[in-house]
Nanobody, 115 residues
Framework: QVQLVESGGGLVQPGGSLRLSCAAS????????MGWYRQAPGSQRELVAR???????NYAASVKGRFTISKDNTKNTVYLQMNSLQPEDTAVYYC?????????WGQGTQVTVSS
């Protein structure tokens, strides 16, 4: 019922930028808490950023000042603007939704930061 589809990943040089998009189910988008997580090889999946049903946001300390999460309610899409990317940002990035006590995940999109 709930579908999350990420896009926008790819290869970028250090200092570069990428914008990730997550298209979400319209039936839950307005009331769900939406987030971006990432998982690097050999590491645990970690929260990158989250935006609530309103406009409140939360960021991991490692990305504060560099990443911005936002959403477009008319398009049922949440974005992650990533600036000043560094090699340590390399990971698979996953879109996440929390709604009515349940958690939903997208399939993930690879972000690689390398010279």
């Amino acid at each position: 019922q709930v579908q999350l589809v990420e896009s926008g990943g790819g290869l970028v040089q250090p200092g570069g930028s990428l914008r990730l998009s997550c298209a979400a189910s319209g039936s839950i988008f307005r009331t769900a808490s939406m987030g971006w997580y990432r998982q690097a090889p050999g590491s645990q999946r970690e929260l990158v950023a989250r935006i609530m049903s309103g406009i409140a946001t939360n960021y991991a300390a490692s990305v504060k000042g560099r990443f911005t999460i936002s959403k477009d309610n008319t398009k049922n899409t949440v974005y992650l603007q990533m600036n000043s990317l560094q090699p340590e940002d390399t990971a698979v990035y996953y879109c996440n939704a929390q709604y009515s006590g349940k958690v939903y995940w997208g399939q993930g999109t690879q972000v690689t930061v390398s010279s």
